[in-house]
């Protein structure tokens, strides 16, 4: 198993650019969620989904969207980057209680 | 805002010394977990301990749990180099919907 998968590895944007940031799994877990990890702020939840079809907000949704088609994939969008949502972000995906992490995506707005 | 809090931000010790990390939650719980981050990688698990468990042992890390006091440790013992990352506690996620709630973290450092 691939465990979960994140595309790009690292990103730039310009302000006001739009993107989406692939995630995907292959452990047929139903639930994954999106984290943006800033220096000193630990992990904050952006958006998760319970299962196909099914999304709701986190901590701090605003900025982003997502949807869930298929089991496997949870991309996250960028609407209109900007200098805040430089980060980095995670996926992951669970099965019970411990979660599975994807290797991040480290994401720079200018 | 963030349920765990942990304690210290920043550890520093030699190999073979034992590390001690603190986490403190504010909401009562029914599990807790603890994960590692390695520079520029994602986290992965290290343990679980449940709200009617008081310590857990997995290899060379000891959990324990005080749910009158609303904290938890982490211990490594007889540290390594490779130990060398960032250490999270974890609350929640303990239905469905629920999401994991993670601490700021305390970067660990074991000189050689």
């Known amino acids: 198993n691939a465990g979960v998968t994140q595309t790009p590895k690292f990103q730039v944007l310009k302000t006001g650019q739009s993107m989406t940031l692939q995630c995907a799994q292959d452990m047929n877990h139903e639930y994954m969620s999106w984290y943006r990890q800033d220096p000193g702020m630990g992990l904050r939840l952006i958006h998760y989904s319970v299962g196909a079809g099914i999304t709701d907000q986190g901590e701090v949704p605003n900025g982003y969207n997502v949807s869930r088609s298929t089991t496997e994939d949870f991309p996250l969008r960028l609407l209109s980057a900007a200098p805040s949502q430089t980060s980095v972000y995670f996926c992951a995906s669970r099965v019970g209680r411990e979660q599975y992490f994807g290797p991040g995506t480290r994401l720079t707005v200018t | 805002s963030q349920q765990g809090e942990e304690d210290p931000q920043a550890l520093s010790i030699q190999e073979g010394e034992n590390a001690t990390m603190n986490c403190s939650y504010k909401?009562?719980?029914?599990?807790l977990q603890w994960y590692r981050q390695n520079s520029g990688r994602g986290l992965v698990h290290l343990i679980l301990i449940r709200s009617n468990e008081r310590e857990k042992h997995s290899g060379r890390l000891r959990v324990t749990l005080d749910t009158s006091k609303k904290s938890s440790s982490l211990l490594i013992t007889a540290s390594r180099a490779a130990d060398t990352a960032s250490y999270f506690c974890a609350t929640g996620g303990d239905t469905g919907r629920r999401a994991l709630t993670f601490g700021s973290g305390t970067r660990l450092q074991v000189q050689p």
């Open positions: 909401t009562s719980i029914n599990n």
